[in-house]
Nanobody, 126 residues
Framework: QVQLVESGGGLVQAGGSLRLTCAAS????????MGWFRQAPGKEREFVAT????????YYTDSVKGRFTISRDNAKNTVYLQMNSLKPEDTAVYYC???????????????????WGQGTQVTVSS
């Protein structure tokens, strides 16, 4: 069973930065595409970013492009989300997710990810 544990969330002022970390265990990390999703109060879970085995292949939702960077360290079974220039609308619980690699595509649909962490809270104050 693949297990994912997020860390690095917290309270930050608008314009500040945070780095989220997702530690994976229980599977072969390099066989999984990894993603970050977020869910704000009263909102549906939203795609944020994804990365394939080779870290040259990434994709971001439009609202975070240029501000967030997803990366992975396959030797450490870890994926990161560097968040800069944070805005109050970035406030949400952030979830790490994993899916078995099935092709070349970059997946944005939450239902296609089979493994999820418990989430870490990110709060951005005005």
């Amino acid at each position: 069973q693949v297990q994912l544990v997020e860390s690095g969330g917290g309270l930050v002022q608008a314009g500040g930065s945070l780095r989220l970390t997702c530690a994976a265990s229980g599977g072969t990390f390099s066989n999984f595409d990894m993603g970050w999703f977020r869910q704000a109060p009263g909102k549906e879970r939203e795609f944020v970013a994804t990365i394939k085995r080779s870290d040259r292949y990434t994709y971001y939702t439009d609202s975070v492009k240029g501000r967030f960077t997803i990366s992975r360290d396959n030797a450490k079974n870890t994926v990161y989300l560097q968040m800069n220039s944070l805005k109050p609308e970035d406030t949400a619980v952030y979830y790490c997710a994993a899916r078995w690699i099935t092709g070349w595509d970059l997946e944005v649909r939450a239902a296609q990810y089979g493994y999820w962490g418990q989430g870490t809270q990110v709060t951005v104050s005005s």
